[in-house]
């Protein structure tokens, strides 16, 4: 089994397979032949902890990847990368494209590399690098898909990243939704239609690597994933353990699924991941991993995945050490920031960023613990950490919480996580 892994940037679920209101229509037509999970959460809010995450099975925490590959971070093992264990058992391991795991992906098990990264990072730069980076990856799949070993195809895309292009038809402003957590004026309609806009070449982009993959006659025999990393890159969006920050679309297709074509709101975390693409290679896991194999549930086995999700912040552009549970209705975020302050961590430059901040967005106070009821609360407006209707609630949430960090060995239980020698970070507010 071959397995093409399609990931984009800071989308969150801003597609249309999840009813938001820009016309994706490669990822509609994958969606309706793949699974779509609705309720798919990354293990962070930011990119190098999360998308380490997801390929290794494995916590920020865990793996060692609390911060930005890019300031200083890294993998605690190379070899638990998902390409690296694939390499492994015989795959062909071939990145086309973006990842943000190591500075030389070498490193973590790819054996082959089809192109570099952008530079400088522009709006135009990352649409010619995308448009590059699906060309190159349909050119393999069509010349050099069939061979004697299977492989595993990386193909990732700078698009929706910041800086956004701007919109073709520029009157678009006047007529987009903006999402339900921002303030809805001008200023930020033009950053969310530009926003459409990359989504939409983002689209495209990964329109020509599913019919080069359809046109090479291995779609019967390779998976299909496609995710992306974290949320929009918005105000109380990436960056931030609300849902709108780790929420995430997660598309999978593989041989022999069962539920093509099927939408589920079963609750999964990006740590499945690695489980499932082991199971479903019929490869052993490398070593103790954190997540659980979707196949169970997929053969029926099973009606659930997991009962929670765990997210967590430690490092972005500064220190701001969050954790977070989640169940299907509640969630519970715990600070552990030494000032009783809950520092917004640091935003990608933008209009609303810039919107936000002109208007208070530094003294906004946050408790050190937050708790959402999420059925009469989606939008975690309403903290009910002190309501005695939900104290049950909130001890069991609580444990959980308590639970995992002790098993995957939490470094916040033993004090203030101190940065790898060499890390750049920066002090807030000066960072925005």
Same mark, same amino acid.
């Given at each position: 089994?071959?397995?093409?892994?399609?990931?984009?940037?800071?989308?969150?679920?801003?597609?249309?397979?999840?009813?938001?209101?820009?016309?994706?229509?490669?990822?509609?037509?994958?969606?309706?032949?793949?699974?779509?999970?609705?309720?798919?959460?990354?293990?962070?809010?930011?990119?190098?902890?999360?998308?380490?995450?997801?390929?290794?099975?494995?916590?920020?925490?865990?793996?060692?990847?609390?911060?930005?590959?890019?300031?200083?971070?890294?993998?605690?093992?190379?070899?638990?990368?998902?390409?690296?264990?694939?390499?492994?058992?015989?795959?062909?391991?071939?990145?086309?494209?973006?990842?943000?795991?190591?500075?030389?992906?070498?490193?973590?098990?790819?054996? !082959?590399?089809?192109?570099?990264?952008?530079?400088?990072?522009?709006?135009?730069?990352?649409?010619?690098?995308?448009?590059?980076?699906?060309?190159?990856?349909?050119?393999?799949?069509?010349?050099?898909?069939?061979?004697?070993?299977?492989?595993?195809?990386?193909?990732?895309?700078?698009?929706? /990243?910041?800086?956004?292009?701007?919109?073709?038809?520029?009157?678009?402003?006047?007529?987009?939704?903006?999402?339900?957590?921002?303030?809805?004026?001008?200023?930020?309609?033009?950053?969310?239609?530009?926003?459409?806009?990359?989504?939409?070449?983002?689209? !495209?982009?990964?329109?020509?690597?599913?019919?080069?993959?359809?046109?090479?006659?291995?779609?019967?025999?390779?998976?299909?994933?496609?995710?992306?990393?974290?949320?929009?890159?918005?105000?109380?969006?990436?960056?931030?353990?609300?849902?709108?920050?780790?929420?995430?679309?997660?598309?999978?297709?593989?041989?022999?699924?069962?539920?093509?074509?099927?939408?589920?709101?079963?609750?999964?975390?990006?740590?499945?991941?690695?489980?499932?693409?082991?199971?479903?290679?019929?490869?052993?896991?490398?070593?103790?991993?954190?997540?659980?194999?979707?196949?169970?549930?997929?053969?029926?086995?099973?009606?659930?995945?997991?009962?929670?999700?765990?997210?967590?912040?430690?490092? /972005?552009?500064?220190?701001?050490?969050?954790?977070?549970?989640?169940?299907?209705?509640?969630?519970?975020?715990?600070?552990?920031?030494?000032?009783?302050?809950?520092?917004?961590?640091?935003?990608?430059?933008?209009?609303?960023?810039?919107?936000?901040?002109? /208007?208070?967005?530094?003294?906004?106070?946050?408790?050190?613990?937050?708790?959402?009821?999420?059925?009469?609360?989606?939008?975690?407006?309403?903290?009910?950490?002190?309501?005695?209707?939900?104290?049950?609630?909130?001890?069991?949430?609580?444990?959980?919480?308590?639970?995992?960090?002790?098993?995957?060995?939490?470094?916040?239980?033993?004090?203030?996580?101190?940065?790898?020698?060499?890390?750049?970070?920066?002090?807030?507010?000066?960072?925005?």
């Amino acid at each position: 089994m071959n397995l093409v892994y399609i990931h984009s940037h800071d989308t969150g679920k801003w597609i249309e397979p999840y009813g938001y209101p820009v016309s994706t229509p490669s990822l509609m037509k994958f969606a309706k032949e793949a699974t779509t999970f609705r309720q798919a959460f990354a293990a962070a809010p930011t990119c190098s902890p999360s998308r380490s995450a997801l390929l290794t099975g494995l916590s920020p925490h865990s793996c060692g990847m609390n911060g930005l590959m890019h300031r200083g971070f890294k993998l605690n093992d190379p070899k638990s990368h998902l390409a690296s264990v694939l390499k492994e058992q015989g795959y062909r391991t071939v990145l086309c494209g973006f990842q943000h795991e190591a500075t030389d992906p070498t490193q973590i098990g790819y054996e !082959r590399i089809l192109n570099e990264a952008p530079t400088p990072i522009t709006a135009e730069t990352q649409t010619r690098y995308d448009a590059n980076t699906a060309a190159l990856a349909a050119e393999y799949l069509l010349r050099e898909g069939t061979g004697e070993r299977p492989f595993f195809l990386s193909v990732g895309f700078t698009q929706t /990243h910041r800086p956004y292009p701007s919109p073709e038809d520029e009157s678009e402003a006047e007529y987009v939704m903006v999402p339900p957590w921002l303030h809805d004026n001008a200023e930020i309609r033009r950053d969310v239609s530009s926003l459409n806009e990359s989504i939409r070449r983002l689209d !495209r982009c990964i329109g020509e690597v599913l019919s080069a993959l359809e046109a090479s006659g291995l779609r019967e025999e390779t998976a299909v994933l496609f995710t992306t990393d974290h949320g929009i890159a918005f105000p109380w969006m990436k960056g931030h353990l609300y849902d709108p920050g780790v929420a995430v679309s997660l598309l999978l297709d593989f041989p022999g699924n069962s539920k093509k074509g099927q939408v589920t709101d079963v609750l999964i975390s990006h740590l499945d991941v690695v489980p499932t693409v082991c199971e479903l290679a019929d490869i052993p896991s490398p070593g103790e991993l954190q997540g659980h194999s979707l196949l169970p549930w997929f053969r029926g086995e099973t009606d659930h995945v997991r009962d929670a999700v765990y997210s967590e912040l430690t490092f /972005h552009k500064s220190y701001e050490p969050v954790r977070s549970v989640r169940s299907n209705r509640y969630k519970l975020i715990r600070s552990y920031q030494a000032n009783p302050m809950y520092v917004h961590v640091c935003g990608d430059e933008g209009d609303s960023e810039r919107f936000v901040v002109r /208007h208070g967005f530094h003294e906004e106070k946050r408790e050190r613990e937050q708790f959402f009821d999420l059925y009469l609360d989606p939008l975690e407006r309403t903290n009910r950490i002190g309501d005695p209707r939900y104290q049950d609630a909130i001890a069991e949430l609580s444990g959980k919480l308590e639970e995992w960090m002790l098993a995957t060995c939490d470094p916040l239980l033993q004090g203030p996580v101190v940065p790898p020698e060499g890390a750049r970070l920066e002090e807030f507010p000066n960072s925005y």
